[in-house]
């Protein structure tokens, strides 16, 4: 599969506003994949420099990138999953938390989209929800090319070890691992929130 995306405008150029109802279709139908179905083949490594370049364009204020990326695949995404079986095996409920890595296990490509953040200014909520934004941005450039993504934590994305296991350092964490691969399966649509039920209009 390859994905030809235009290049980024340069620093300065203009970026005109412009209406694209193919993506409203997109959006108004988008739909995860669940990891488990996911198979190679996954994006090349040319679509996924193009999924870092199109995940970066974020808004963050402050201009402070709070975000990095870890891959996971092939080889080293075997080993993170057995260093990942090996802490499960030290905890109570070892078996269930082994059972959940089958997510991990299935897609060919993870993306573990890191959130950092620095002191100072920029209130950390925002640097952290910026993260959240990439991770979202990832899944829909993912789908845009035509593989199944779904943006999940699980347990090794709150467990100290897995992070340390991942490389995590002070103040890091993990906003998601992306995954992503061709979907096995077409997803079904999900339940949906009411909308309406979750709006008002301030009045004063
Ligand atoms: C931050 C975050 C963490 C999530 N973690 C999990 C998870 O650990 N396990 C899971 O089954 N779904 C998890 N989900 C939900 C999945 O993304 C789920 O597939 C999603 O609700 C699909 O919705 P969509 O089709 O609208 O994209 C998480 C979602 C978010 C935003």
């Known amino acids: 599969m390859t994905n030809a995306v235009p290049v980024a405008p340069t620093f300065g150029e203009a ?5 694209s109802p193919e993506t409203l279709a997109f959006l108004a139908r988008r739909r995860s994949a669940s990891a488990l179905t996911l198979t190679a083949p996954g994006p090349s490594n040319a679509e996924l420099a193009t999924l870092l370049r199109l995940a970066t364009r974020v808004p963050d204020h402050g201009k402070l990138a709070p975000w990095r990326f870890v891959i996971l695949r092939g080889a080293g ?23 959940k890595l089958g997510k991990i296990k299935a897609p060919p490509l993870t993306i573990a989209v890191v959130s950092r953040a620095t002191p100072g200014e920029i209130p950390e909520w925002e640097q952290r929800l910026s993260a959240g934004a990439v991770c979202m941005t990832l899944a829909i450039a993912a789908q845009a090319m035509g593989y199944g993504a779904n943006w999940i934590t699980d347990w090794y994305a709150y467990d100290e070890d897995a992070g340390r296991l991942l490389g995590l350092g002070e103040g890091e964490r993990v906003a998601g691992f992306v995954h992503l691969g061709t979907s096995a399966e077409t997803p079904l649509e999900r339940v949906r929130p009411d909308v309406a039920a979750l709006v008002s209009e301030w009045k004063g």
């Open 15 to 19: 970026a005109p506003i412009e209406a």
């Open 77 to 99: 995404k075997r080993r993170f999953v057995e260093g990942l079986e090996a802490i499960a095996a030290t905890r109570p409920d070892g078996e269930r938390l082994k059972a």
